[in-house]
């Protein structure tokens, strides 16, 4: 036998996996509806492709299989045999064997030309059920509908005829190459800018020029993106063919209902969520749908519906797998995670019913009582969320008793070019992908870090914590972690807060610059062992800056999963520690000598910012103007060292808080905003009117009243 | 890979550290830089300097004094040789780019006994007129590079 070309080989390949997820879906849709003909035909034209190309190839055991399993369908197809339950069982039993050798196949490719290409293997059993339930005395058609005539035209689908099959590296190379004329184009523009005012003719030119390559460049980017992105149906094709299995298995009827097919996700995202959607299906057939009995009881149809949703939503795709089972029971969750020690019964019982249901995405946790062999092994939840979350996505999951569950799937578009945070640390730039940001946090002065536990004695040991409202974070020091320079690591300047997994936690920066879009490089595989880093992207000057990986850092900061169910619930025992007193949110304020003020929040209407043109002189009263009305406005709690009359001459914006008392609005002007915190009330309500010292944060802060302060 | 005998034409690539004279294969060299902005690589080993931009592409740069045992250079380096290691290309950071040097059957000196970290990189020593040229084993060099940083302190 002639050595088989490699390419044609794989495209062969990728051809039968194709077709064989095609027969599975006609051979599962003749199941419901046995009098269909179009599945007969189309399951026909899949084997016989396959037949087809085995024979040109010289895969003879294949051509065997395929061509047996081709002989049943064509006698059903010409009506001669009745559709039935045991041809559909040879027929899946065919679609698994061609699978095992297509897989055989597959891992003998580039053993060298002499080696077989088939994995051996014995048939005879296959063969021999595929015959009997082709070959026994025909009956009676029973089917109503005459059958399709066995001449029907097999044109190619006119869709083929219009693609081209492009190798996914060609396109990988097209999009780095895209990455960069992208950063080229910054570059010039940068210069541009930097060169001053074009005047002249030619600078007009070059500069007119400039910005229609800007144009062209977003298109192309967009394009390129787009060629890369394939419906998200490609990664649940094999999904009915599972929940048929899968049912039957467990002695369960469940109808499989997608919607959105069509949604379009980067290539390598659909690679990245097959996995995760095998294991959640499993997970709700035999968890979440009931024993057909059981259903009837409570009032449901027999057959179970699992519904898979995906759509589009703010430059990020949902997917939402919904099963109208029994529901989790919160309570169930909680005795689950105290029985497996993810939790204490005391922290147990201050969960709220959603921070329950994340528990059960931790590792080792399982509420099943008994373990099959299809899930329940405690594995499955927290791999599905680690996969996802790998790729930038998230899952959460939402749960009522009696009604089912549905998870949620967070993906975005795409993995090439994402938004991300620029911050500068010790003299680099790094970027942070935005999509595990969930708040930024400018640290003043007076909110410090602070540290908790460590040796008794030991000063600077301990936890590094930040209080986020009523929350206690564990914070990463970027700084204390990646190391100065030369000499110590400047006070960080800002907090991000950083979801990874349950977990939240907050990262601390020398200064966050700028959001962009970044092009994601990838490094050197040597170097990504142990270490904090996604990746790498080239900034607008030229110059390298590595991407954070906020799971990684997570783990490197011994935030491990060990500490997960410690960690989630310590914000509750904190809470616990603080009387149940009334929490009054106040916002924060700084006036420019450093003097900290606050007002409750319900006082203000909003916050305004205001550049320092915009105020203006009425009958010698300084005022803005807003939702075009006339606001008066006055310093803040008369705060000397803002000149509001004396108009602001330095060009800045000011915030202006908006309060609605009576006779009407007034806009209070303040240096800077700090922060929104929640005070716990202290006891006696403060006298109106006057300035009223509370403790907040063990800083000493003037507590404003705005009532009875109108202009 | 270094093992052969130096029968027939062969070319190296130089370069000085430390003072001392250095060289590797040519046919391992993909280019040679001026020296770039160098990305730091926090938490990496000291013998991984940082990371550069090469024409898009992200390319690791050695500390090659550091992997050596020859301390961390005072001054800024001067010259980046950009090699071929393994999967991904690899910049070696050197003190000073020196020229191409054809041997013809130049009688190798032993290899000099593994008795320190430079000479357990030294894959043989060549008697050039004048000069003494030690030619690195790369690969082992990379691997040192790369280690895990309790290998590279043990």
């Known amino acids: 036998?002639?050595?088989?070309?490699?390419?044609?080989?794989?495209?062969?390949?990728?051809?039968?996996?194709?077709?064989?997820?095609?027969?599975?879906?006609?051979?599962?849709?003749?199941?419901?509806?046995?009098?269909?003909?179009?599945?007969?035909?189309?399951?026909?034209?899949?084997?016989?492709?396959?037949?087809?190309?085995?024979?040109?190839?010289?895969?003879?055991?294949?051509?065997?299989?395929?061509?047996?399993?081709?002989?049943?369908?064509?006698?059903?197809?010409?009506?001669?045999?009745?559709?039935?339950?045991?041809?559909?069982?040879?027929?899946?039993?065919?679609?698994?064997?061609?699978?095992?050798?297509?897989?055989?196949?597959?891992?003998?490719?580039?053993?060298?030309?002499?080696?077989?290409?088939?994995?051996?293997?014995?048939?005879?059993?296959?063969?021999?059920?595929?015959?009997?339930?082709?070959?026994?005395?025909?009956?009676?058609?029973?089917?109503?509908?005459?059958?399709?005539?066995?001449?029907?035209?097999?044109?190619?689908?006119?869709?083929?005829?219009?693609?081209?099959?492009?190798?996914?590296?060609?396109?990988?190379?097209?999009?780095?190459?895209?990455?960069?004329?992208?950063?080229?184009?910054?570059?010039?523009?940068?210069?541009?800018?930097?060169?001053?005012?074009?005047?002249?003719?030619?600078?007009?030119?070059?500069?007119?020029?400039?910005?229609?390559?800007?144009?062209?460049?977003?298109?192309?980017?967009?394009?390129?993106?787009?060629?890369?992105?394939?419906?998200?149906?490609?990664?649940?094709?094999?999904?009915?063919?599972?929940?048929?299995?899968?049912?039957?298995?467990?002695?369960?009827?469940?109808?499989?209902?997608?919607?959105?097919?069509?949604?379009?996700?980067?290539?390598?995202?659909?690679?990245a969520l097959k996995d995760p959607l095998t294991h959640l299906v499993r997970n709700a057939i035999d968890h979440g749908i009931e024993e057909p009995s059981a259903r009837v009881r409570s009032g449901k149809p027999e057959e179970g519906v699992l519904r898979l949703t995906a759509f589009e939503e703010g430059g990020s795709v949902r997917l939402e797998l919904a099963d109208d089972g029994a529901g989790m029971s919160v309570e169930r969750i909680r005795e689950q995670a105290i029985a497996r020690g993810l939790t204490d019964a005391e922290r147990a019982r201050r969960l709220t019913d959603e921070e329950c249901l994340a528990l059960v995405f931790l590792p080792g946790f399982s509420t099943a009582t008994e373990v099959t062999n299809i899930s329940g092994r405690g594995v499955g939840l927290d791999a599905a969320r680690a996969a996802i979350e790998a790729v930038g996505g998230s899952i959460g999951a939402r749960s009522r008793a009696g009604r089912g569950t549905t998870f949620e799937i967070r993906l975005p578009l795409t993995l090439a070019i994402l938004p991300a945070l620029t911050l500068e640390q010790s003299g680099e730039t790094y970027a942070l992908p935005q999509a595990n940001v969930l708040e930024l946090v400018r640290l003043a002065e007076d909110q410090a870090i602070e540290r908790v536990g460590g040796a008794a004695g030991a000063a600077g040991s301990g936890r590094p914590v930040f209080r986020l409202r009523d929350e206690l974070l564990p914070v990463v020091e970027l700084g204390a972690w990646f190391g100065a320079h030369e000499g110590e690591a400047p006070a960080p300047r800002h907090l991000l807060v950083l979801a990874a997994g349950t977990r939240r936690y907050g990262l601390a920066v020398e200064r966050v610059c700028d959001t962009e879009d970044i092009v994601v490089k990838p490094?050197?595989?040597?170097?990504?062992?142990?270490?904090?880093?996604?990746?790498?992207?080239?900034?607008?000057?030229?110059?390298?800056?590595?991407?954070?990986?906020?799971?990684?850092?997570?783990?490197?900061?011994?935030?491990?999963?060990?500490?997960?169910?410690?960690?989630?619930?310590?914000?509750?025992?904190?809470?616990?520690?603080?009387?149940?007193?009334?929490?009054?949110?106040?916002?924060?304020?700084?006036?420019?000598?450093?003097?900290?003020?606050?007002?409750?929040?319900?006082?203000?209407?909003?916050?305004?910012?205001?550049?320092?043109?915009?105020?203006?002189?009425?009958?010698?009263?300084?005022?803005?103007?807003?939702?075009?009305?006339?606001?008066?406005?006055?310093?803040?709690?008369?705060?000397?060292?803002?000149?509001?009359?004396?108009?602001?001459?330095?060009?800045?914006?000011?915030?202006?808080?908006?309060?609605?008392?009576?006779?009407?609005r007034v806009g209070l002007v303040v240096d800077q905003v700090v922060d929104i915190v929640d005070w716990d009330g202290g006891g006696a309500r403060p006298p109106a009117g006057a300035p009223h010292r509370i403790v907040l944060d063990d800083h000493v802060t003037d507590l404003v009243t705005l009532a009875g302060t109108g202009a | 890979m270094n093992a052969q005998a130096a029968v027939g034409t062969q070319a190296w690539c130089t370069f000085r550290i430390a003072g001392g004279h250095y060289g590797i294969e040519l046919a391992r060299v993909q280019e040679v830089l001026r020296p770039l902005p160098v990305t730091r690589l926090p938490l990496s080993t000291p013998a991984i300097a940082g990371l550069i931009n090469l024409r898009g592409r992200i390319v690791t740069v050695v500390d090659t004094r550091t992997v050596l045992g020859a301390g961390r250079s005072g001054s800024p380096a001067a010259g980046l040789l950009v090699v071929r290691g393994g999967e991904c290309p690899v910049a070696l950071l050197v003190d000073a780019i020196g020229d191409v040097r054809r041997t013809e059957s130049v009688p190798a000196l032993a290899a000099e006994p593994a008795a320190d970290e430079r000479g357990s990189l030294v894959a043989r020593t060549l008697a050039l007129p004048g000069e003494l040229l030690a030619v690195l084993d790369l690969d082992r060099l990379l691997t040192r590079a790369f280690a895990p940083l309790e290998e590279a302190r043990s």
Request: proline share 7%; charged share 25%; with cysteine.
């Open chain 1, 1 to 271: 036998m002639e050595p088989v070309d490699d390419d044609i080989l794989r495209d062969f390949l990728v051809d039968s996996h194709e077709g064989l997820d095609r027969l599975d879906q006609d051979l599962l849709a003749l199941d419901r509806d046995p009098a269909a003909t179009e599945p007969v035909a189309s399951a026909f034209r899949s084997l016989h492709t396959i037949k087809g190309t085995c024979s040109f190839l010289g895969l003879r055991r294949l051509e065997r299989v395929a061509h047996a399993g081709e002989s049943l369908l064509a006698a059903v197809r010409a009506g001669r045999r009745p559709w039935s339950r045991e041809i559909a069982d040879a027929l899946l039993a065919t679609a698994d064997t061609v699978r095992t050798i297509l897989a055989g196949i597959e891992s003998s490719a580039g053993r060298g030309p002499d080696a077989p290409l088939e994995p051996e293997g014995d048939d005879r059993a296959l063969l021999d059920e595929l015959a009997v339930c082709g070959a026994s005395v025909p009956r009676e058609p029973a089917r109503a509908t005459p059958a399709t005539p066995a001449t029907t035209p097999m044109p190619p689908s006119a869709l083929q005829q219009q693609h081209v099959r492009v190798d996914v590296h060609r396109l990988d190379a097209v999009m780095d190459l895209v990455g960069e004329l992208v950063l080229a184009r910054n570059h010039l523009l940068r210069s541009l800018v930097r060169s001053g005012a074009p005047s002249g003719a030619p600078a007009a030119g070059l500069a007119e020029a400039a910005q229609r390559l800007d144009h062209v460049t977003a298109r192309l980017q967009d394009e390129v993106m787009r060629t890369r992105m394939q419906p998200v149906s490609a990664a649940w094709a094999r999904l009915p063919r599972l929940v048929h299995d899968v049912a039957s298995a467990c002695g369960k009827r469940v109808r499989l209902e997608t919607l959105g097919d069509r949604t379009e996700l980067d290539r390598a995202l659909v690679e």
């Open chain 1, 523 to 664: 490094i050197d595989p040597r170097l990504r062992e142990g270490g904090a880093f996604a990746g790498a992207t080239v900034l607008g000057d030229g110059r390298v800056a590595l991407i954070l990986d906020a799971h990684a850092l997570a783990q490197r900061a011994g935030l491990t999963r060990d500490n997960d169910a410690q960690r989630t619930a310590e914000p509750q025992a904190r809470r616990a520690n603080v009387a149940p007193a009334p929490r009054i949110p106040l916002l924060l304020v700084r006036s420019r000598r450093g003097v900290r003020a606050a007002v409750r929040l319900e006082e203000l209407d909003r916050v305004v910012e205001f550049e320092s043109a915009a105020f203006e002189r009425l009958d010698d009263h300084p005022v803005v103007r807003l939702d075009g009305e006339v606001l008066p406005v006055a310093a803040f709690a008369g705060d000397p060292s803002l000149d509001v009359s004396g108009a602001f001459s330095e060009p800045r914006s000011w915030p202006v808080l908006v309060h609605g008392g009576t006779p009407g």
